[in-house]
Every structure is written in structure tokens, then in C-alpha cells.
């Protein structure tokens, strides 16, 4: 199982900007598809965004296509993902999972999660 640690989360205006981060420990972490998912109080789980192992596939969900941006390094087997323009209602905890799997935004399709990071949307 691969263990992830999310961070970068915290309190961000409107219009702001805030960078995650998901960190693993094992070098196979570049063999990973890593997905960024959030959930607020009282809603569902939503898939972000996700990224293949070798960079050449991203995807990213509709409420926050041309805001945020996945990245990777696997040098230092971190996966970033760059959030601008954010809004009150990207207020939620924010969680990064992996799979060795081809996999989209469904969060069933991952087997490895982290323990979340919070980001706060206010004025």
C-alpha cells in the first residue's frame, strides 16, 4: 500500500491561490496513477483532477477545468496540485489517492489515500 501525505491546505480569499502537495515515500509511486479528489460537509466525494504516471495524461473535472493544475515530480515522488481563482465553494477537505491502474475521476477507481488537507475559501 502506498502511503500519501497531503499538505499545503489552509485559510485563502476569494480570487486567491493555493498549491497542494501529495508526497509519497516509495519510489514506486512513479509507476502511480494519482488522483486529487475533495469532499465538503454533507456532499459526496468529487473527483479534481488526475494524472498518469509519466505526466502524459491529466484530466480534470468540470468545476475546476482552467483553475487548477495537477502536476508531477516523480524525482521527488510528489504530485502538485496549483488551485487559482478559488472560491468559497472550493472550501472542503482535500485528498490525493493512487492507483496502478488506468483511472479517471471516479473515486472507486483508487485503492491508496491520504489523509486529507483543509482549504478554506473566505473573506
Known amino acids: 500500500q502506498l502511503q500519501l501525505v497531503e499538505s499545503g491546505g489552509g485559510l485563502v480569499q476569494p480570487g486567491g491561490s493555493l498549491r497542494l502537495s501529495c508526497a509519497a515515500s516509495d519510489i514506486t509511486f512513479q509507476y502511480y496513477t494519482i488522483g486529487w479528489f475533495r469532499q465538503a460537509p454533507g456532499k459526496v466525494r468529487e473527483g479534481l483532477s488526475c494524472?498518469?504516471?509519466?505526466?502524459?495524461?491529466?484530466k480534470y473535472g468540470d468545476s475546476v477545468k482552467g483553475r487548477f493544475t495537477i502536476s508531477r515530480d516523480n524525482a521527488q515522488n510528489t504530485v502538485y496540485l496549483q488551485m487559482n481563482s478559488l472560491k468559497p465553494e472550493d472550501t472542503a477537505t482535500y485528498y490525493c489517492?493512487?492507483?496502478?491502474?488506468?483511472?479517471?475521476?471516479?473515486?472507486?477507481?483508487?485503492?491508496?489515500w491520504g489523509q486529507g488537507t483543509q482549504v478554506t475559501v473566505s473573506s
Open positions: 489517492a493512487a492507483t496502478r491502474v488506468v483511472a479517471g475521476l471516479g473515486d472507486y477507481e483508487y485503492s491508496d
Open positions: 494524472i498518469s504516471p509519466n505526466s502524459v495524461r491529466t
